[in-house]
């Protein structure tokens, strides 16, 4: 069963969304103290956001470098931190793999203004979705926040590091504020249960000038 990464959402982060979009659009970056912490970095860090890449368990350092240099190329600076063991707290024994909310969640206390973590692993994670108390997926990031998760153990074999490279892009898009995208070709489109990677081609206009906004080099 494919199914995919999944948006953290809730009320609370819509409206905080709608809230940083309309400071972006007006051109206020100031950060607004009723808007908790996730806004505060999204905005700050609209113009020179760290990310943090943070492998996970035993993951390949070879493909973490790879992602290093090409997320270097349009995010600005990203820093390989040493590998760190999946925590046993984010286990979740029923379906044997780690819940990827916990994960992002975990990285999100750990954060400074200005930093965001991209946690990357080869084991299964899954979240809570349409309510399916856990569902297997490939990635999940805040919207907007200063985490997500990226795993490779959905991907086909064949385009796996091309495939890894847009979950990971899609999910640092979200943690700027990026929802999902209608454009079927477009790195922001939700995969719905699929994994559709191998249609998308790159970010859509729209997405684009949102991204460049936040400082993305596209
Ligand atoms: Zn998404
Ligand atoms: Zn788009």
Redesign the pocket.
Known sequence: MHSY???YHSLAFVALLLLASVLACTGKGASSKAGGRDVHDAQKGSVSRTVLLLPLGTFSKPDALRLQQRLQAVCGSVRLLPSEPLPRSAWYAPRQRFRADSLIHQMARRARPGEVYIGVTDRDISSTKNGIADWGIM?L?YRPGPACVVSTFRLHNRSRQEEFFKVAI??LG?TVGLP?CPVRTCF?R?AEGRNPTGEEKEFCAGCRSRLIAQGWRL
Do not use: A, K, P, T
Request: charged share 25%.
């Open positions: 990464r999944l948006l990635g990031g899609h999910e979200h999902h922001m939700d």
